[in-house]
């Protein structure tokens, strides 16, 4: 009796492997791993050493797929179109033109420990600009030329209303004194007019 054939070997799938799941713990470990050791060497390209240490962060995941998950995150991080990410907008990455924080002497520490990045203080808020005395002054001058400018245009008023008032009695004097002429010209004519009606009736008598 012949032995069955052996089955043929299930064809290998051409898709590629998708990648390796990251939890936001390790997104965010490796991300401030990153951080502290371009931090350690001046800023400067990580070499494989470096990439290592940076894994060491995240034990699941292999160097390489450190780098490939750093820089998918720099990317994400330069672009203008990201919507708001509270787990990106806690990842510094060191894109920035910022100075070297070590010098080349110091950038290979053999020590694979990072160092914590520096302590910056926000600016303290500018002061107020002082107004320069000699402005001060042209303002008081100006003050006070507007004061007397004032000043002498209410003593002008008062002294045209003094004018017209003392010009208002005169007139009023003068009105009285005409009256009071004409009053006694009435009485005198009215004593003329008497004397010569009373000599009529004397004269008639005798």
Do not use: N
Request: proline share 14%; glycine share 4%.
């Amino acid at each position: 009796m012949a032995s069955p054939s052996p089955s043929p070997p299930a064809p290998v799938s051409g898709r590629r492997v998708p990648p390796p799941c990251w939890t936001p713990d390790e997104t965010l470990a490796v991300a401030r791993a990153y951080t502290a050791r371009r931090l350690a060497v001046g800023r400067e390209h990580l070499t494989s050493a470096d990439w290592a240490a940076v894994a060491a962060a995240a034990p699941s995941k292999t160097a390489r797929q450190c780098r490939h998950k750093v820089e998918k995150l720099r990317r994400r991080l330069r672009s203008s179109r990201r919507r708001p990410c509270p787990l990106l907008d806690a990842i510094d990455l060191l894109d920035g033109p910022s100075p070297p924080f070590f010098s080349k002497s110091q950038s290979r520490s053999p020590s694979l420990s990072p160092s914590p990045p520096p302590v910056i203080s926000p600016p303290s808020p500018p002061s107020p600009p002082a107004s320069p005395p000699r402005k001060r002054r042209r303002d008081d001058a100006g003050y006070e030329d507007g004061l007397s400018d004032v000043v002498g245009a209410l003593r002008a008023i008062g002294e045209g209303f003094l004018r017209a008032e003392e010009r208002r009695m005169e007139a009023a004097r003068e009105t009285q004194r005409m009256r009071m002429e004409m009053a006694l010209r009435h009485l005198d004519a009215q004593r003329r007019l008497m004397d010569a009606f009373v000599g009529r009736i004397v004269d008639a008598l005798e």
